[in-house]
T-cell receptor
């Protein structure tokens, strides 16, 4: 069974440009999460989807970040326009519906804004 | 809000040495506690967990005990191998038992085991 897949694995963009990260969760997982690790610090929660609905987006840093999950399958996270402080590793995780379900993580996308 | 503090690395050990990574937490509720591991080139993997006080999580020779009185969840392994070289993250969830599982992570500890 395929795990959580993230694209691209690395991205280098200039300040002011737009970047879109993609996450393909494990098939059948209703819960999808985005997290971010900036400059080797702690991994911070960004948002949580249940199917196509945003359950909790309290961790989104500002309105330059837009997450979508159309159809409740894969998700995209768009940063527009990118700033230097957006550099970091973006992780996606998914879990099955229900309580006490384990979250499975992707390998992450390393974003570098120059 | 909730927070997790873990010892900074890197931690460099020789094979068969004893490993301890300290982790303490602050939470308003009664959280569940986790250790995740990230091996080179891979995603985060759940290593072990504990959902109530005095529970001991264990996996792959690693152990951690949920200590409510000291708000700690220290990770230990008695004899490390080169293959244990990775970054270890302590985390908590105050939503265990509710739908979804939002995690609060510590900063990660890089461990390097030399032959």
């Amino acid at each position: 069974e395929a795990g959580v897949t993230q694209f691209p694995s690395h991205s280098v963009i200039e300040k002011g440009q737009t970047v879109t990260l993609r996450c393909d969760p494990i098939s059948g997982h209703d819960n999808l999460y985005w997290y971010r690790r900036v400059m080797g610090k702690e991994i911070k929660f960004l948002l949580h989807f249940v199917k196509e609905s945003k359950q909790d987006e309290s961790g989104m840093p500002n309105n330059r970040f837009l997450a979508e999950r159309t159809g409740g399958t894969y998700s995209t996270l768009k940063v527009q326009p990118a700033e230097l402080e957006d550099s970091g590793v973006y992780f996606c995780a998914s879990s099955q519906e229900g309580v006490n379900t384990e979250a499975f993580f992707g390998q992450g996308t390393r974003l570098t804004v120059v | 809000g909730d927070s997790v503090t873990q010892m900074e690395g890197p931690v460099t050990l020789s094979e068969e040495a004893f490993l301890t990574i300290n982790c303490t937490y602050t939470a308003t509720g009664y959280p569940s506690l986790f250790w995740y591991v990230q091996y080179p080139g891979e995603g985060l993997q759940l290593l072990l967990k504990a959902t109530k006080a005095d529970d001991k999580g264990s996996n792959k020779g690693f152990e951690a005990t949920y200590r409510k009185e000291t708000t700690s969840f220290h990770l230990e392994k008695g004899s490390v191998q080169v293959s244990d070289s990775a970054v270890y993250f302590c985390a908590l969830s105050d939503r265990w038992g509710a739908a979804g599982n939002k995690l609060t992570f510590g900063g990660g500890t890089r461990v390097l085991v030399k032959p």
